[in-house]
T-cell receptor, first 113, second 118 residues
Framework: AQSVSQHNHHVILSEAASLELGCNYS??????LFWYVQYPGQHLQLLLKYFSGDPLVKGIKGFEAEFIKSKFSFNLRKPSVQWSDTAEYFC???????????FGKGNQVVVIP | GAVVSQHPSRVICKSGTSVKIECRSLDFQATTMFWYRQFPKQSLMLMAT?????????EQGVEKDKFLINHASLTLSTLTVTSAHPEDSSFYIC??????????????FGQGTRLTVV
């Protein structure tokens, strides 16, 4: 079955620490991959996306993600987080074939000043 | 990016009544629309995928007779919550994309509808 997995739902870090959030999906076909962020009380905001080409994509706010096809993964990274990065982060996948856009369960990230 | 408008943003209804939520793509043709439900502090749960002119495909566990989805035009999809109960209270979000543009088209999200059933 097609699914999107995010682990370590709650992540707590100090400012300037590095962040890496894992995202894995189960599907053997073509996918489009996304990371969204939801700040407290706000709506979803697209951080970055992968459609094709260079598997290392750079997004807004200093985030980047790498698509590793052999591992069915699309991990999100930021070298040095700030307090303002406190938010919920969601990985999302469009599964070609049946055109579903599904989300992972999300990672609640808290950055301590 | 493209704009998706969702209406209403908030609605309160009495238990047993039906509520209709509209999702419009304002500047592109949305051949595919998605409906999600989000509980507090949780992820977006895909409820159904609808393609213009055909029946929606519901996710497992989602009652299609309770959550009626209509996607009659390329710019409008509606979700009707029938005979609403307090447990249907939630945040409903629609998303739209045009996969006809080929591989590599993202989905755009509406601002969501906060439904409260009293």
């Amino acid at each position: 079955a097609q699914s999107v997995s995010q682990h370590n739902h709650h992540v707590i870090l100090s400012e300037a620490a590095s962040l890496e959030l894992g995202c894995n999906y189960s599907y053997g076909g073509t996918v489009n991959l996304f990371w969204y962020v939801q700040y407290p009380g706000q709506h979803l905001q697209l951080l970055l996306k992968y459609f094709s080409g260079d598997p290392l994509v750079k997004g807004i706010k200093g985030f980047e993600a790498e698509f590793i096809k052999s591992k069915f993964s699309f991990n999100l990274r930021k070298p040095s987080v700030q307090w303002s990065d406190t938010a919920e982060y969601f990985c999302a996948v469009i599964f070609y074939g049946n055109n579903r856009l599904a989300f992972g369960k999300g990672n609640q990230v808290v950055v301590i000043p | 990016g493209a704009v998706v408008s969702q209406h209403p943003s908030r609605v309160i209804c009495k238990s047993g009544t039906s509520v209709k939520i509209e999702c419009r793509s304002l500047d592109f043709q949305a051949t595919t629309m998605f409906w999600y439900r989000q509980f507090p502090k949780q992820s977006l749960m895909l409820m159904a995928t609808s393609n213009e002119g055909s029946k929606a495909t519901y996710e497992q566990g989602v009652e299609k007779d309770k959550f009626l989805i209509n996607h009659a035009s390329l710019t409008l999809s509606t979700l009707t919550v029938t005979s609403a109960h307090p447990e249907d209270s939630s945040f409903y979000i629609c998303s739209a994309r045009d996969p006809g543009q080929g591989v590599g088209t993202e989905a755009f999200f509406g601002q969501g509808t906060r439904l409260t059933v009293v």
